[in-house]
């Protein structure tokens, strides 16, 4: 079992950064790709992020690419969400996700049902 804690959202004007954390309980942290996910009022939610088990494989969205950046401290169990020059549209609750099954060879890390644990979720709110 992991459980995983979201912290680091709130309210923003619109050019600026924030950093999400998520820590994660258990051992074998190391052994778990992770990922970050995004909802925003009356959408889906939508792939933002993933990291491989070391951290040398990194995936982004498309709509995120060149601006958020995705890490891990595998000693700390916490993976990390940069965010610079946010956007109103980046608004969302924002999720983090553990699997613990690696990124090799795989797009599928950006489906929700790839993913098997979820936290509950930190707002991030971009004001124009």
């Known amino acids: 079992q992991v459980q995983l804690v979201e912290s680091g959202g709130g309210l923003v004007q619109a050019g600026g950064s924030l950093r999400l954390s998520c820590a994660a309980s258990g051992r074998t942290f190391s052994s778990y790709a992770m990922g970050w996910f995004r909802q925003a009022p009356g959408k889906e939610r939508e792939f933002v992020a993933a990291i491989g088990w070391s951290g040398s494989r990194t995936y982004y969205a498309d709509s995120v690419k060149g601006r958020f950046t995705i890490s891990r401290d595998n000693a700390k169990n916490t993976v990390y969400l940069q965010m610079n020059s946010l956007k109103p549209e980046d608004t969302a609750v924002y999720y983090c996700?553990?699997?613990?099954?690696?990124?090799?060879?795989?797009?599928?890390?950006?489906?929700?049902?790839?993913?098997?644990?979820w936290g509950q979720g930190t707002q991030v709110t971009v004001s124009s």
């Open positions: 996700a553990a699997d613990s099954r690696d990124l090799w060879g795989t797009s599928s890390y950006v489906r929700q049902n790839y993913w098997t644990y």
